[in-house]
């Protein structure tokens, strides 16, 4: 049975699983993981959600005539 692990354990067959991975063990080692909590069964990969919109760019300005913010530039020392 293929099963992705939750979190580390050992087992007696595949020697020490790491969280995250997928592993095709046993079925009644698979069992036991899963009653227990340290692997769900694996299923089909989900599909990817699509990519969010960029944010919109926004017309704040800084130091500009519009702003009342005046930008300090290293410049504006001498």
């Keep these: ?3 992705k692990i939750l ?14 991975e997928e592993h095709d063990i046993p079925d009644r080692t698979a069992q036991k993981l899963i009653a227990r909590g340290y ?5 089909a990969p989900k ?8 944010s919109k ?3 704040r300005s ?4 519009k702003s009342d913010v005046e930008l300090n530039t290293p ?4």
């Design 7 to 20: 979190q580390k354990c050992f087992t007696g067959v595949g020697g020490n699983l790491y969280k995250g």
């Design 75 to 78: 410049e504006d020392d001498s």
């Design 47 to 54: 599909p990817k959600a699509s990519k969010p919109k960029a």
């Design 39 to 43: 692997a769900e069964a694996a299923s």
């Design 62 to 65: 800084v130091g500009l005539s």
């Design 57 to 59: 760019k926004t017309t």
């Design 1 to 3: 049975m293929k099963v």
